[in-house]
């Protein structure tokens, strides 16, 4: 797999920036972390996706948001799925939910 290596510097910077007491070493080894754990965590969105039977495009609450959609109020996540946090440094693992294109509408002002 190629990586984006501006990507990751640029995240790295980012990262040091924001976080003033780790060392740029570290900030570089979260971006490393993260960029390794978005493969990994596409397959396993990929896999529980077809597990739940959905062919609809799906995403996270925020992935939503910040695509300028709003999920709709009750609505319940498709299915949930475990993933990768890399930003910390510790490749915690966290649980995701997912909410169709069904289920959002464009945010109003």
Same mark, same amino acid.
């Given at each position: 797999?190629?990586?984006?290596?501006?990507?990751?510097?640029?995240?790295?910077?980012?990262?040091?920036?924001?976080?003033?007491?780790?060392?740029?070493?570290?900030?570089?080894?979260?971006?490393?972390?993260?960029?390794?754990?978005?493969?990994? !965590?596409?397959?396993? +969105?990929?896999? =529980? $996706?077809?597990?739940?039977? *959905?062919?609809?495009?799906?995403?996270?609450? &925020?992935?939503?948001?910040?695509?300028?959609?709003?999920?709709?109020?009750?609505?319940?996540?498709?299915? !949930?799925?475990?993933? +990768?946090?890399? =930003? $910390?440094?510790?490749?915690? *693992?966290?649980?995701?939910?997912?909410?169709? &294109?069904?289920?959002?509408?464009?945010?109003?002002?």
């Amino acid at each position: 797999m190629k990586y984006n290596l501006r990507k990751i510097m640029l995240k790295a910077w980012k990262t040091f920036r924001k976080t003033k007491e780790i060392s740029f070493a570290e900030a570089l080894h979260r971006a490393w972390l993260s960029a390794k754990a978005e493969e990994v !965590n596409e397959k396993r +969105i990929q896999q =529980s $996706k077809a597990a739940a039977g *959905i062919a609809e495009e799906v995403n996270t609450w &925020a992935g939503w948001k910040q695509k300028g959609f709003e999920v709709m109020h009750g609505a319940k996540a498709l299915f !949930n799925c475990s993933l +990768i946090w890399g =930003s $910390k440094g510790d490749g915690a *693992i966290y649980k995701a939910s997912f909410f169709g &294109a069904s289920q959002v509408h464009t945010v109003t002002e």
